[in-house]
């Protein structure tokens, strides 16, 4: 059930119809009920609004939740194509060998995290891709440290900086695509709105489809818009690697000098 918040293409649907059936089996309720008089109708439209304040509220407080994750996880391509933007920037300063090696590294590397942008977290592509770039890490840190080693310079501090700032970038992204709304806001969410379908279907004296079918379709709209933000790499929303495809440009044409 819960994995279904994770595909907004199908909870938006499933929601409709779900809760449009759930409407129906509170008119069918009401339609068997015996002796309904004024007092009772009146409790039970009372019962009614309030419920629909209430979902409105909670739907209203989800959408807080949902929109600073996706800003986050914007934000996080960006910062992490500026790092290794600066990576590159400080690598040219590097003496050969280490310079060009370094930097055909570098190139690979940012294949390899526009690969970690495809796909689901748990999927073995994405997985692969993650440990790619951590080998990529470790090989430039093994060409520095022979670098130190064999022809030290003023940069390369600056550029060990650098560097070390790209393996925190991965463990904030996959943080921040770890951040989701909590299950259970998600379970309140559908009781809500599964107790409030029943009872407008209760309340109605007759059966009237478009009053049946408006709550189903807002609760669904709503509730699919807010998986979507929520879900960074299964829904429509997607967070777009503009920065990084522009930086994988950028570094395919650069040309190194020769040696």
């Known amino acids: 059930m819960l994995s279904l918040f994770e595909h907004p293409w199908l909870l938006f649907p499933i ?3 779900g809760l449009m059936l759930v409407t129906e089996v509170g008119l069918r309720l009401r339609q068997a ?3 309904m008089d004024e007092e009772r109708q009146s409790l039970i439209e009372s019962a009614r609004d309030g419920l629909t304040v209430l979902l409105s509220l909670l739907l209203g407080f989800s959408f807080p939740m ?6 986050q996880r914007r934000q996080l391509v960006t910062d992490e194509a500026n790092a290794i933007a600066t990576v590159d920037q400080r690598a040219q300063m590097l003496p050969e060998p280490f310079r060009g090696k370094i930097l055909q590294l570098l190139r690979v590397y940012v294949d390899a995290r526009l690969e970690f942008a495809k796909g689901d977290l748990h999927d073995l592509r994405v997985q692969a891709a993650i440990d790619h770039a951590k080998h990529l ?12 080693q064999q022809n030290p310079n003023v940069v390369t501090p600056l550029f060990v900086q650098a560097l070390g700032g790209l393996g925190d970038m991965i463990e904030q992204r996959l943080a921040a695509g770890e ?3 909590p299950s259970a806001i998600w379970l309140a969410l559908i009781l809500i709105s599964v107790l409030t379908s029943l009872v407008v279907g209760y309340s109605m004296r007759h059966r009237y489809l478009l009053a049946m079918f408006v709550l189903p379709l807002t609760v669904a709209i709503v509730l699919a818009l807010v998986s979507e933000l929520d879900s960074p790499r299964s829904g429509f929303i997607r967070v777009e690697q503009q920065s990084m495809e522009r930086l994988q440009l950028d570094l395919r044409m650069e040309v190194a000098p020769a040696p």
Do not use: D, F
């Open 15 to 17: 929601l409709l119809v």
């Open 33 to 35: 009920s015996l002796g």
């Open 179 to 181: 951040k989701r709304i």
């Open 66 to 71: 949902a929109q600073p994750h996706h800003e």
């Open 137 to 148: 890490q470790n090989e430039m840190l093994q060409q520095t440290a022979m670098l130190v």
